[in-house]
């Protein structure tokens, strides 16, 4: 399985931006798919999650302005990021579970400038 993350950028804050994911293969309805980022200088930490059923999970400080879905006939998991704050600022990883092996994506930078 491989994963293609695109739509990173640079925006002003408040403004939005879609990040997409698309991955080989097909996705089950038992898969999960999340996406992650990095900030400068911390760690890796999960943002959204979405699993079967369209059950999604956020982090605490996105949630109401991030929205995460996907589109399994596309083979595609989407981030719309709404009111983006320069503290959202960090490289975007999509993450894919499926069958029990995790995959990730390459990262797609985001900025958000004041």
């Known amino acids: 399985v491989q994963l293609q993350a695109s739509g990173g950028g640079l925006v002003q804050a408040g403004g939005s931006l879609r990040l997409s994911c698309t991955g080989s293969?097909?996705?089950?309805?038992?898969?999960?798919m999340a996406w992650y980022r990095q900030r400068p200088g911390k760690k890796r930490e999960e943002v959204a999650v979405?699993?079967?059923?369209?059950?999604?999970k956020y982090a605490d400080s996105v949630k109401g302005r991030f929205t995460i879905s996907r589109d399994n006939a596309r083979i595609t998991v989407y981030l719309q990021m709404d009111s983006l704050k320069q503290e959202d600022t960090a490289i975007y990883y999509c993450?894919?579970?499926?069958?029990?092996?995790?995959?990730w994506g390459q990262g797609t930078q985001v900025t958000v400038s004041s």
């Open positions: 979405i699993g079967s059923g369209e059950i999604t």
């Open positions: 993450w894919r579970s499926s069958g029990g092996v995790a995959y």
């Open positions: 293969g097909r996705i089950f309805d038992t898969d999960v």
